[in-house]
């Protein structure tokens, strides 16, 4: 059957009206400021959601007068304040279900730093947690922050843990392993062993003796070959765990950056859709497959595939290391310890990297690079260049580049003409700071880091993020990190003030400018009509509140398309 235009645009308006009939809001919000983060940064009264999305913004007695039935659900947020959900546009869900849910965490972000022995002393505690036959892993060591300065884990400290159980632990970074002898023996890696592709060093001694020391996690494939996988029920409880923890931060919309990272691609694609599939994701994912594990030619699943809750968008390369871990590729020397030579390594060479890019760019997914040093970036940026050269709207491809960290304008120049758009570790400058500045890039170069007021001012968009396990997931920390610039460690410094942003700004980094980055702006990311009723609920209104204090703000309550997620 057939329609006159005419009649098939009267059947659609009312099937809209229908839809969206005013008068009967599921839910209206009044009572404090409503942030809107629309193009106008606007605050207004009330909010009317129907069937999960956003039908009214505007004056209470406009909202109410329109929208409100006799079913309607009113919530008075007493003088509290409704944001959009917020996005976090880098973690890693997965590898955090694992290492913090499954393993021994011993991230400490907290004063003072540990030390060698501390840490001996708390995997000693986690051994009487492993079953026989197993092994222990854990999380969260770096150098960087133990006392004394760049203290690293050796074969012979987790021998003092253990002599009988494989020991594995992993840097804060994510880029460094530690491992006993008797991981090294199970594993079979020798002083002979050839270092793996894709950057990896198995590190030795003067004397050609490996040191315990693994950089980059091709080194750990042997090591997590051996390990006993977790269960199913175990894993989908880790991760279930891991989201419901960011949805209690207010995050309604997370980046996975490493999918296939820990399982393989396939494999945790499939974990993924099971969980969406009954339900049990508190919050919508954007997935980047992780393209260490991609096999070559790799087309089982599309650019795009999935919907609104569970989409896969992008490809993610690691193009260098760890900054704090002396890993990441400069072009100058790091300036740890004294007279270095040391300026770090490219995981790929240029032609290499390039060639890998264009294949998956060419299908139509997202690229996106892990550059932490400027060598890194300089290799990032020029693939990007020629993947783009001809094209007239390169701002629709939404390149990215993680972390930025050690950069020149001229980068930043080049990534605003691409349309490039960065996502800071804003933690780099809160954690790290001291040590950057103080120790490993000196303090010419640690001012720059995360540079925000240079692409700000360049009319480009930027993000924040916690790269989860990296540091802790938490936007509201983001933004008192990005406004102050403080470094943590006593005596505190502002890290390159003339990177600081207003709050507005931050604010739009982990909400429209977030969504926007991972294509997701037409859905979340801002209160406007149309728009799913992904919100978050605060204490204290972050506009109107000291910058330092805006990380202490309360989350009162998540909302995904209207319905308030439970954290149980």
């Known amino acids: 059957m057939k329609f006159a235009p005419k009649l098939l645009t009267a059947l659609l308006m009312t099937q809209c009206a229908a839809t969206f009939a005013k008068g009967n809001a599921d839910t209206i919000f009044f009572g404090g400021p409503i942030v809107t983060v629309n193009a106008k940064n606007e605050e207004v009264q009330a909010l009317a959601v129907q069937n999960g999305k956003i039908v009214a913004v505007g004056t209470k007695d406009a909202v109410t007068k329109e929208w409100q039935a006799s079913a309607t659900k009113i919530i008075d947020l007493q003088g509290q304040t409704l944001m959009p959900g917020f996005v976090e546009p880098h973690v890693h869900i997965m590898v955090t279900a694992v290492f913090e849910g499954l393993g021994l965490n011993l991230s400490n972000f907290t004063l003072p730093y540990d030390t060698k022995e501390t840490l001996i002393q708390k995997m000693k505690a986690g051994l009487k947690n492993v079953p026989a036959g197993g092994w222990l892993f854990g999380f969260g060591v770096d150098p960087s922050r133990t006392t004394p300065f760049m203290a690293e884990l050796t ?79 175990q894993l989908f409880a880790a991760i279930e765990g891991t989201m419901k923890k960011m949805a209690s931060t207010g995050v309604t919309t997370a980046s996975d950056m490493s999918v296939g990272g820990n399982f393989g691609v396939d494999k945790e694609i499939a974990i993924y859709k099971g969980i969406f599939a009954k339900n049990a994701s508190p919050i919508r994912v954007r997935g980047y497959l992780f393209s260490e594990t991609l096999p070559v030619g790799y087309k089982a ?56 890019m264009k294949s998956y760019f060419d299908q139509g997914w997202q690229i996106s690079s892990h550059s932490n040093g400027d060598k890194a970036i300089d290799q990032a940026l020029n693939s990007y260049s020629k993947l783009l050269a001809g094209n007239p709207k390169p701002q629709e491809r939404r390149l990215r580049i993680e972390h930025f960290t050690v950069n020149h304008p001229e980068h930043v120049k080049k990534a605003v003409t691409l349309g490039v758009i960065p996502s800071f570790t804003i933690g780099h400058v809160d954690y790290w700071g001291a040590a950057f500045s103080n120790h490993i890039i000196g303090s010419e170069r640690a001012e720059r880091i995360d540079p925000a007021g240079d692409f700000k001012r360049a009319g480009g968009k930027f993000t924040l993020h916690s790269d989860s396990p990296v540091s802790n997931v938490g936007p509201l920390n983001y933004v008192s ?61 972050p506009r109107k509140t000291p910058p330092a204090e805006i990380r202490n703000i309360k989350v009162s309550g998540t909302w995904i398309d209207g319905k308030q997620v439970s954290l149980k």
């Not at 704090?324 to 400069?330: C, E, M």
């Open 155 to 233: 074969a012979d400290d987790l021998d003092k843990v253990s002599t009988t159980v494989p020991i594995f632990i992993v840097n804060q970074s994510g880029h460094i392993g530690y491992v006993n002898h008797k991981a090294l023996e199970i594993a079979g890696v020798t002083n002979k062993t050839p270092n793996p592709a894709g950057g990896g060093i198995y590190v030795k001694d003067a004397k050609g003796r490996l040191t315990g020391k693994l950089v980059e996690p091709p080194t750990y494939l042997p090591f997590m070959a051996k390990m006993p996988n977790p269960t199913e029920e």
């Open 481 to 541: 990190e990005e406004v102050t610039r403080l470094w943590q460690l006593p005596p505190q410094k502002v890290l390159g003030p003339t990177q600081a942003v207003s709050v507005d700004d931050a604010i739009r980094a982990i909400t429209i400018d977030a969504a926007y980055q991972i294509f997701a702006d037409n859905i979340v990311g801002s209160l406007e009509v149309g728009k799913q009723a992904d919100l978050v609920v605060l204490e204290r209104n």
């Open 301 to 356: 699943i599309k650019p795009n595939d999935g919907d609104d809750k569970l989409r896969f968008i992008g490809v993610k390369y690691i193009t260098d290391g760890s900054t704090q871990g002396l890993t990441a590729a400069l072009n100058q020397p790091y300036s740890y310890p004294k007279d270095s030579k040391w300026s770090g390594s490219l995981n790929f060479k240029d032609a290499d990297i390039y060639a890998s």
